[in-house]
């Protein structure tokens, strides 16, 4: 289950220009840098675009550097959004290929893995118990999907010591 290659990045703006364009704030494209964008405007704080290069337009935007990557995220942001979107009051992104202990953003199975081996994804080998966000059968991918591996991790030990 290789690392799949993202880089994320939020782009702060002082209002939320999009919505009085009559945007939702969301993007989801193969054809551009950014894959996915979502609005993130909280209640408190700048109103923010988070935005997702993915695949081997990540492989590209990481090699490139995170200057490179801030020109191109605004870049498409005003070939979706228009012209408000390049004046931003903040940039900021995380290359996950960077990380030194994950090298990506969450383990994704080649065409076949998971109907071909999926059975066997959270069996125990003898003492051995899985837990991971890939294990997990709710949110994986996610620090929820983690917490509930582990938590499922934890009730099979417990079981097994209570009736062996």
């Known amino acids: 289950m290789p690392m799949g290659a993202v880089i994320k990045a939020i782009v702060a703006y ?9 945007f939702s704030g969301q993007i989801a494209t193969d054809d551009d840098t950014l894959g996915i964008v979502m609005e993130d ?3 408190t704080g700048a109103p923010t675009l988070l935005c997702f290069m993915e695949g ?14 801030q020109k191109k995220v605004i870049e498409s942001l005003v070939r979706f959004f228009g012209p ?19 090298h990506g953003y969450v383990g994704h199975m080649p065409p076949g893995v998971m109907t071909r081996f999926g059975h066997a994804l959270r069996e125990p ?17 996610y620090l929820e999907g983690a917490m509930r591996s582990g938590i499922r991790a934890a009730k099979e030990v417990i079981r097994l010591h209570n009736t062996g």
């Open 14 to 22: 002082k209002t939320p220009f999009w919505r009085a364009l009559g």
């Open 84 to 102: 408000d979107a390049a004046d931003t009051i903040a940039y900021d992104d995380n290359d996950w290929l960077l990380e030194p202990f994950t």
């Open 56 to 69: 081997k337009h990540a492989l590209e935007m990481s090699a490139a550097g995170k200057e490179v990557r």
């Open 41 to 43: 405007a909280a209640e």
């Open 125 to 141: 080998c003898g003492r051995i118990h899985w837990a991971s966000t890939e294990t997990a059968t709710e949110w994986a991918g």
